[in-house]
């Protein structure tokens, strides 16, 4: 049920985004699935409930409690509100998506037919799709800098290394910034840069929008036995898209520093892949109003390729220049940490429910790997930097005939504390109705984000000024579902 609207947002403005580091090691290990409307409306606390598609993400054993056979289809409506403040100014962005939560499909075998309730009662089979994560957000951040430039930053970047080799060492950054006269050699030297800046009082402008989802193939099986042990497994086949565009710009609006008008560095990175897990779960029925749950996921092996690349324009000593970088490209592998869920259930009869479930998630055992790099010094960052933690969901539903009315709450620890702080909550709330072969949901779901501070730009002897970024977003889903 996490919207982790902020996924990425490290990579896309304090460090390159041509380099696979902890940062996606984070970005794809954690999901925030939007799912069936009636799913999100409880909060995703379903780990012990059934009858839903989405529990094939997360409780495999749901399946279980199917008595009819379904088809259900779930399209949704994603805007997310980023609110940055830098060096004195707010600006505000939004970011709008159509997508599909889920789309999928459940058939249904009774095995006794004649009303026995002992034994193996049913056995089922469900194939489809579940949206895991959005990726969808655009940040703007808009402030005037009198102390430094990312001009500073380039200039940096490139000591020490000769300005014939920048090409071959810096060439999606620093090297731009050479072609284009955003640094130059100090006079007399061939490894010291300076910057055309005299002095500063520039309007600094980035704007970062990231696109793409996280989404699940699933093949489950599950099976009722007496109507109080409800087993499931399910097979995932998570698919990643992925894609950043994000954009710099300096301008002397205020035409007070000489021989410089204006740049712009733009940078592209797009991430696909696939992966594999297995997930298991069983619910038992220890009375008819309580019912507990457990489920296991194994750790999800994606292998994934990124492409990047990078071009900057400048106009400098009144002249216009512009420089492009190749396009980069790189195949790694990334294990993600195994997921273990407990969960409890009370039923009022036909008239509601409530539902908590706890999720625990250790981060640090995230892994790259790939043929051509060891990646150590990433893994070891994320073992040092990442930590275990808990994921807590609560959903209550009430019905009176056809109608139903939810409500939800979650919320999610932050895998960067030793101790259990929350990162993130969401709210939400839905209603529906259903009949004998057809029903419809509608949920909306609320998230909201800590606040974050990050980094333009990095300098290595000065702190660069940072953007504190607030982001809440929103989801609002119907599901259609038919029954024969």
Do not use: C
């Amino acid at each position: 049920m996490r919207t982790k609207i902020l996924s990425g947002l490290l990579a896309v403005i304090a460090v390159s985004a041509t380099a696979q580091n902890e940062t996606d090691a984070l970005r794809y290990s954690q999901i925030s699935p939007t799912g069936t409307a009636r799913f999100a409306a409880l909060g995703g606390a379903f780990g012990a409930l059934g009858s839903d598609f989405t529990t094939l993400s997360f409780n495999p054993a749901g399946i279980a409690f199917y008595r009819s056979s379904e088809i259900s289809l779930t399209p949704s409506v994603f805007n997310s509100v980023s609110t940055s403040d830098y060096l004195g100014t707010q600006i505000k962005d939004n970011k709008l998506n159509f997508n599909f939560g889920s789309l999928g499909a459940v058939r249904t075998r009774i095995r006794n037919k004649e009303g026995s309730t002992y034994g193996w009662l049913n056995f089922n089979f469900g194939i489809g799709y579940n949206r895991l994560n959005s990726f969808q957000n655009r940040v703007s951040i808009e402030g005037r800098n009198f102390s430094h430039s990312i001009a500073d930053a380039f200039a940096s970047q490139a000591y020490g290394t000769n300005y014939n080799d920048l090409q071959n060492t810096n060439s999606f950054d620093a090297n731009l910034a050479w072609q284009t006269y955003v640094i130059d050699t100090a006079a007399g030297q061939t490894s010291i840069y300076s910057t055309p800046m005299g002095n500063y009082g520039q309007l600094q402008k980035l704007q970062a929008t990231t696109l793409g989802s996280m989404g699940e193939t699933v093949i489950a099986f599950g099976g009722n036995y007496s109507n109080r042990l409800y087993i499931g497994a399910t097979i995932g086949i998570p698919n990643i898209k992925y894609q950043l565009q994000k954009t710099y710009e300096e301008t002397d609006d205020l035409d007070t520093i000489p021989n410089f008008t204006s740049m712009k560095y733009n940078e592209q990175l797009k991430t696909s892949g696939n992966g594999f897990n297995l997930k298991l779960g069983v619910i038992y029925r220890i009375k008819d109003w309580v019912r507990v749950g457990a489920a296991f996921h194994t750790p999800t092996y994606f292998r994934l390729t990124d492409t990047w690349s990078s071009d900057m324009s400048s106009k400098i000593y009144n002249q216009e220049f512009s420089a492009t970088s190749p396009i980069g490209s790189f195949q790694y592998s990334l294990t993600t940490p195994l997921k273990a869920i407990a969960s409890v259930g009370f039923i009022a009869g036909k008239a509601g429910l409530v539902s908590i479930d706890y999720e625990y998630v250790n981060y640090s055992t995230a892994k790259l790997n790939s043929s051509n790099y060891n990646f150590s010094a990433e893994n070891k960052n994320v073992k040092d930097n990442y930590h275990g933690t808990g994921n807590i969901r609560i959903g209550t539903e009430w019905r009176y005939k056809i109608f139903s009315v939810r409500a939800g709450y979650a919320i999610f620890g932050s895998p960067y504390s030793k101790t259990f702080k929350i990162d993130n909550s969401t709210a939400s709330f839905g209603a529906g109705f259903r009949t004998k072969g057809f029903y419809m949901d509608a949920a909306y779901l609320l998230n909201f984000s800590q606040k974050n501070r990050y980094n333009l730009y990095v300098l290595n002897s000065t702190t660069a000024a940072s953007a504190e970024v607030n982001n809440v977003a929103g989801s609002f889903m119907l599901t259609f579902g038919f029954r024969y």
